[in-house]
């Protein structure tokens, strides 16, 4: 699958590193974000940007910044990381954020990128 | 956001055997989604579920949602080595947002 891919696939930084991961989806889709997935955690979203504009920030610290400058691309800017932010961030994708079944809202699919391996030395 | 319990965490079968996870929580669901995620690779979106009491069927897989919509299951038939993955329901509720479980991870052995 090539619809949403990520770069770098794999990253060592340092604590006091800067670095960015790059998320960039081929599906036309409106609404992007990222997730953590660490080995005991169950998948933590992040962010949650939605026609370019952000709509969520689940309480993370702020030495991660995302950026989304258009539809199509997000990135996650990293700085002064610490060893617990070593996880799998995966980027994921969707139409849009959610549509109208069943007399409600539901959210729609999401489309994953394969995600960066991140360890923080 | 939405809280979703879901179980077993660990699943080890026989190929041939049969494989059921769950998904509950303690408040009404507006929906659910089911991904998978193998070994080494991203979560894949599997189906959703809208209805109360819906059932849907992909070949071996049937997958359920409780008629009061707060819990739901998913049904292997006749497990395969391909089978093998992380299995995870994710849930919006009133807050919409999207919360994932915890996911069970299913073992198959040959």
């Known amino acids: 699958e090539t619809g949403v891919t990520q770069t770098p696939r794999h990253l060592v930084m340092g604590m006091t590193n800067k670095k960015s991961l790059k998320c960039e989806q081929h599906?036309?889709?409106?609404?992007m974000y990222w997730y953590k997935q660490s080995a005991k955690k169950p998948l933590e979203l992040m962010f949650v940007y939605n026609f370019k504009e952000q709509t969520e920030n689940n309480s993370v610290p702020s030495r991660f910044s995302p950026e989304c400058p258009n539809s199509s691309h997000l990135f996650l800017h990293l700085h002064t990381l610490q060893p617990e932010d070593s996880a799998l961030y995966l980027c994921?994708?969707?139409?849009?954020?959610?549509?109208?079944?069943?007399?409600?809202?539901?959210?729609?699919?999401?489309?994953f990128g394969p995600g960066t391996r991140l360890t923080v030395l | 956001g939405q809280q979703v319990m879901q179980i077993p965490q660990y699943q080890h079968v026989q190929e041939g055997e049969d494989f059921t996870t769950y998904c509950n929580s303690s408040t009404t669901l507006s929906n659910i989604q089911w991904y998978k995620q193998r070994p080494g690779g991203h979560p894949v979106f599997l189906i959703q579920l809208v209805k109360s009491g819906e059932v849907k069927k992909q070949k071996r897989l049937t997958f359920q949602f409780g008629e009061a919509k707060k819990n739901s299951s998913l049904h292997i038939t006749a497990t395969q080595t391909t089978d093998v993955g992380t299995y995870f329901c994710a849930v919006s509720g009133s807050a919409r947002q999207l919360t994932f479980g915890s996911g069970t991870q299913l073992t198959v052995l040959p």
């Open positions: 994921a994708s969707s139409q849009d954020l959610w549509s109208a079944s069943g007399g409600g809202s539901s959210y729609n699919e999401q489309f």
């Open positions: 599906l036309g889709h409106n609404a």
